[in-house]
């Protein structure tokens, strides 16, 4: 088996893939280089990396790397099965925005994985590679892992940071309301991170950043926070048709709304089905029970 590219996820701002190559490849003997865009990359195996002009460092999950826009290397065998890892090709704008200078090179060319951002990168690669993917919770996964990942080998190399030059606060204020009322008024809609920031004249990152520091929320929990509220005032009000409501609410099935539901409200959609006295009479008693149990 050859080295493989598989693109996962492709946005104006950044584009994730995998890289596979076999222990076999040619491409073990050569110099290779990175494409004219900045890199953070993910290891899923260990493997020797050299980028010409530094010395070779061995990369394994506990690791990041960052490559600068066409960046030459070489890599070494140190792993039966090859090299396995996920790629993150971010523009300038990102990386100025992490970093809150410069014009977008990065400083460093490997750093420390920070356990949060591993976890959040592979969350998003498991759900990019399922169909039916929620590319919302996806993006704003891999704009939080990048985000992180920077900061993080920027502690660790003593490279100094600062916030980017803000905007104002009233530009900020209604860049999250604008957000509130697009997802408020079209819930069960599968808008995209790069949909929502090109329709608000903004970028993705500095999108998902600000609203999630200003509400609470990340714009993928805020919208599905609004679809089980919803799926609850329908339940509530007789609603039968499960599978029907969430279609069209937007979930990809009906297991995918039960689970979100009994995550945020603690109890299965079927449970709170009802209404008049005996619906209302059944909330109560969901209210209730856990404190009756604890009596």
């Given at each position: 088996?050859?080295?493989s590219?598989?693109?996962?996820?492709?946005t104006p701002?950044?584009?994730v893939?995998r890289?596979l190559?076999s222990?076999d490849d040619?491409?073990?003997?050569?110099?290779?280089?990175?494409?004219?865009?900045?890199h953070?990359?993910f290891?899923w195996?260990?493997?020797?990396?050299?980028?010409?002009?530094?010395?070779?460092?061995l990369?394994?999950?506990n690791?990041?790397?960052?490559f600068?826009?066409?960046?030459?290397?070489?890599r070494?065998?140190?792993d039966k099965?090859?090299?396995?890892a996920?790629?993150?090709e971010?523009?300038?704008?990102?990386?100025?925005?992490c970093l809150?200078?410069?014009?977008g090179?990065l400083?460093?060319?490997?750093?420390?994985?920070?356990?949060r951002?591993?976890?959040?990168?592979y969350?998003?690669?498991?759900?990019?590679?399922?169909d039916g993917?929620?590319?919302?919770?996806?993006?704003e996964l891999?704009?939080q892992?990048?985000?992180?990942?920077i900061g993080?080998?920027?502690a660790?190399?003593?490279?100094?940071?600062?916030?980017?030059?803000?905007?104002?606060e009233q530009?900020?204020?209604r860049?999250v309301e604008?957000?509130?009322s697009?997802?408020?008024?079209?819930?069960?809609a599968r808008?995209?991170l790069?949909?929502?920031?090109?329709?608000?004249?903004?970028?993705?990152f500095?999108?998902?950043?600000v609203?999630?520091e200003?509400t609470?929320f990340?714009?993928?929990a805020?919208r599905?926070?609004l679809?089980?509220r919803i799926a609850?005032?329908?339940?509530?009000?007789?609603e039968?048709?499960l599978?029907?409501?969430?279609r069209?609410?937007?979930?990809?099935s009906?297991?995918?709304?039960s689970?979100?539901?009994r995550?945020?409200?603690?109890?299965?959609p079927?449970v709170?089905?009802?209404?008049?006295?005996?619906?209302?009479?059944?909330?109560?008693?969901?209210?209730e029970?856990p404190?009756s149990?604890?009596a």
């Open positions: 088996m050859a080295c590219i598989s693109i996962l996820l492709r701002e950044l584009v893939g890289f190559c222990p040619p491409r073990w003997r050569t110099v290779n280089a990175v494409t004219p865009v900045a953070v990359i290891p195996t260990s493997v020797v990396i050299e980028q010409l002009g530094t010395e070779a460092v990369a394994n999950p690791h990041v790397l960052f600068n826009p066409a960046q030459q290397y070489r070494a065998l140190h099965r090859g090299d396995d996920i790629f993150v971010v523009s300038p704008e990102i990386v100025a925005a809150g200078w410069g014009n090179e400083p460093f060319v490997h750093g420390p994985s920070d356990a951002a591993y976890f959040l990168h969350a998003a690669v498991r759900e990019l590679l399922h993917a929620d590319t919302l919770h996806a993006e891999i704009h892992a990048v985000a992180r990942s993080t080998a920027a660790f190399h003593g490279v100094r940071t600062r916030p980017g030059r803000d905007r104002t530009e900020r204020h860049l604008e957000t509130k697009i997802l408020t008024d079209h819930p069960s808008t995209t790069g949909e929502l920031a090109r329709r608000l004249h903004t970028s993705e500095h999108l998902a950043r609203f999630r200003r609470g990340t714009l993928h805020y599905t926070h679809r089980l609850l005032d329908r339940l509530a009000s007789g039968r048709d599978a029907g409501l969430a069209g609410l937007g979930f990809s009906h297991s995918h709304f689970s979100a539901f995550s945020l409200f603690g109890v299965q079927s709170v089905r009802g209404s008049g006295r005996r619906g209302a009479h059944e909330l109560r008693r969901i209210v029970a404190l149990d604890s």
